[in-house]
């Protein structure tokens, strides 16, 4: 049964900017391996583990295109008639078949290509004598603008900052929350992360969770709270004295057994809250 042991309101004219920047500080990624929870949780007994949560709200819209809040990359891209060209043809023959087609097409012309090296790929022999014959004189008719039909194009990338020292300035961005696990090994500090973003930063977060909720019951594991702004600013929450991670994904790519996972989550505390529109408040629950 989860029951409700705090909630905690979220003014963020009040959550401090000033905090122990020493948790984030001298880390590197860990490459151990930990085949399960239990090795987490014997591995890391005597090396004074603590957890970092950074709940991670979205950029404000305004900032998407600031140099100050979004790395931004141009990339270049195929014209408007190159696309098209691919378009008219796996519209045509649907993607298997376009793909086994198309991969006849590339033997049919590497030895030529390997031969003459007048083009800077084998694909564009597949433009030149297979798709241009065919689709070329449709999509013309199509366009006045020809110049423009054929210029290269740009696509601009935008890649969030994250403003947390270095290695743990890059994150998944399909995440709401990152999950930082970091313990001493031989007088150094590393970490593993997780998250909800793919299936190995699942993994990674269960596995974790289940080991330092089994750690905890013999030793306090403390937890480290941080809201992650819509305007990229760091602000402290809370110090938790014990183990206190995200509710979501536990159990998620790493499954236990109903009766051991409700062993180890007995009397934990966990985080939810509500990240659409803005992080409010958190609720701590206990299972």
């Given at each position: 049964?989860?029951?409700?042991?705090?909630?905690?309101i979220?003014?963020?004219?009040?959550?401090?900017?000033?905090y122990?920047?020493?948790?984030?500080e001298?880390?590197?990624?860990?490459?151990?391996?930990?085949?399960?929870h239990h090795?987490?949780?014997?591995?890391?007994?005597?090396?004074?583990?603590?957890?970092?949560?950074v709940?991670?709200e979205?950029?404000k819209?305004?900032?998407?295109?600031?140099?100050?809040?979004?790395?931004?990359?141009?990339?270049?891209?195929?014209?408007?008639?190159?696309?098209?060209?691919?378009?008219?043809f796996?519209?045509?023959y649907?993607?298997?078949?376009?793909?086994?087609?198309?991969?006849?097409?590339?033997?049919?012309?590497?030895?030529?290509?390997?031969?003459?090296?007048?083009?800077?790929?084998?694909d564009?022999?597949v433009?030149?004598?297979?798709?241009?014959?065919?689709?070329?004189?449709?999509?013309?008719?199509?366009?006045?603008?020809?110049?423009k039909?054929?210029?290269?194009?740009?696509r601009?990338?935008?890649?969030?900052?994250?403003?947390?020292?270095?290695?743990?300035?890059?994150?998944?961005?399909r995440n709401?929350?990152?999950?930082?696990?970091?313990w001493?090994?031989n007088?150094?500090?590393?970490?593993?992360?997780?998250g909800?973003?793919?299936?190995?930063?699942?993994?990674?977060?269960?596995k974790?969770?289940?080991?330092?909720?089994?750690?905890?019951?013999?030793?306090?594991?403390p937890?480290?709270?941080?809201?992650?702004?819509?305007?990229?600013t760091?602000?402290?929450?809370?110090?938790?004295?014990?183990?206190?991670?995200?509710?979501l994904?536990?159990g998620?790519?790493?499954?236990?057994?109903?009766?051991?996972?409700?062993?180890?989550?007995?009397?934990?505390?966990?985080?939810r809250?509500?990240?659409?529109?803005?992080?409010?408040e958190?609720?701590?629950v206990?299972?």
């Amino acid at each position: 049964m989860i029951q409700t042991a705090d909630k905690i309101i979220l003014n963020k004219s009040t959550l401090s900017k000033n905090y122990d920047k020493s948790l984030f500080e001298k880390i590197s990624w860990s490459w151990s391996n930990f085949q399960t929870h239990h090795d987490v949780a014997a591995a890391l007994k005597e090396k004074n583990p603590y957890t970092i949560t950074v709940l991670i709200e979205l950029l404000k819209y305004e900032y998407r295109n600031r140099k100050e809040y979004v790395k931004k990359t141009k990339i270049p891209i195929v014209s408007k008639y190159r696309e098209l060209l691919y378009g008219y043809f796996f519209n045509e023959y649907g993607q298997n078949k376009g793909n086994e087609l198309y991969g006849k097409w590339l033997d049919k012309y590497n030895s030529i290509h390997k031969k003459e090296k007048k083009y800077e790929s084998v694909d564009e022999y597949v433009v030149k004598y297979e798709l241009e014959p065919k689709y070329k004189a449709k999509i013309l008719s199509r366009f006045k603008n020809h110049e423009k039909l054929f210029k290269g194009r740009i696509r601009i990338d935008r890649e969030r900052l994250y403003n947390l020292p270095e290695p743990l300035n890059r994150v998944d961005w399909r995440n709401s929350y990152d999950n930082i696990f970091v313990w001493e090994e031989n007088g150094k500090k590393e970490a593993r992360r997780g998250g909800s973003g793919s299936s190995g930063a699942r993994e990674v977060n269960s596995k974790f969770i289940f080991g330092l909720l089994e750690l905890s019951k013999t030793k306090p594991v403390p937890s480290y709270v941080f809201l992650y702004s819509e305007e990229n600013t760091v602000l402290f929450i809370k110090k938790f004295e014990r183990l206190c991670v995200p509710f979501l994904d536990i159990g998620a790519n790493y499954h236990l057994d109903y009766k051991e996972e409700e062993k180890l989550t007995k009397n934990g505390l966990f985080l939810r809250w509500d990240w659409i529109g803005g992080i409010k408040e958190v609720e701590v629950v206990s299972c």
